[in-house]
């Protein structure tokens, strides 16, 4: 797709479909991108804390980030220079950097795809991803009052919403979602790491 740009809609491809508890979660319209990419996966962790390669930065590798704007241009490498393959029209997605070459960042979005962003474009501000490796299952996701299995209900999600990451605590997380706060297991936020602590 050298060239060519894949548009990345927030609103279409990551909805935020945020229902009160009593109310049934309606289903939004979906516009299908064309790509050549994998179902996403949740994220591997790295193998521990000291193992963790650091980039030129002296930040860690792998590491999650998010979008600063709406407009973020993927290139096929890290330079002006190099073609556009992809833009993201959604600020706040989760990326995940996997490498660094001077100011340039190479980043993992959820799908699988691949490619590089400046690191200007880039914020520290950690978002994450509810499920998007069960998009399209007809799946719901409950965020919780407490991090507890059986905990109350606070709103229904579909996989794929884009949250704010407020803490972590290596096993549930707790998000806002379109002005809905509450916990979810970390394991199905695309964002955090398994077992990764992050503070608010």
């Known amino acids: 797709m050298s060239g060519s740009f894949r548009m990345v809609v927030g609103a279409t491809l990551l909805c935020a479909v945020v229902a009160a508890p009593g109310m049934a979660a309606q289903e939004s319209p979906a516009i299908a991108a064309a790509s050549g990419a994998a179902a996403p996966t949740p994220p591997t962790p790295p193998a521990s804390t000291q193992d963790v390669p650091r980039g030129a930065s002296g930040l860690p590798l792998p590491r999650f980030v998010s979008l600063k704007s709406g407009r973020v241009n993927s290139r096929i490498g890290p330079g002006l220079n190099y073609a556009v393959d992809w833009m993201y029209l959604k600020p706040g997605l989760p990326m995940e950097i996997i490498q660094e070459y001077d100011n340039w960042r190479r980043v993992r979005d959820s799908d699988g795809a691949e490619g590089w962003i400046n690191q200007s474009l880039l914020s520290g501000r950690r978002?994450?991803?509810a499920a998007p490796w069960q998009r399209g299952k007809d799946a719901r996701i409950s965020l919780l009052s407490r991090p507890e299995e059986g905990a109350g209900t606070v709103a229904v999600i579909e996989p794929?919403?884009?949250?704010?990451?407020?803490?972590c605590n290596g096993e549930w997380c707790e998000m806002s979602f379109a002005g809905h706060s509450g916990w979810l297991s970390q394991g199905l936020v695309w964002g955090a790491y398994p077992g990764e602590t992050i503070k608010d």
Do not use: A, K
């Not at 794929?160 to 803490?167: A, C, D, E, L, Y």
């Open 127 to 129: 978002t994450g991803i």
């Open 160 to 167: 794929g919403v884009i949250g704010t990451i407020r803490s």
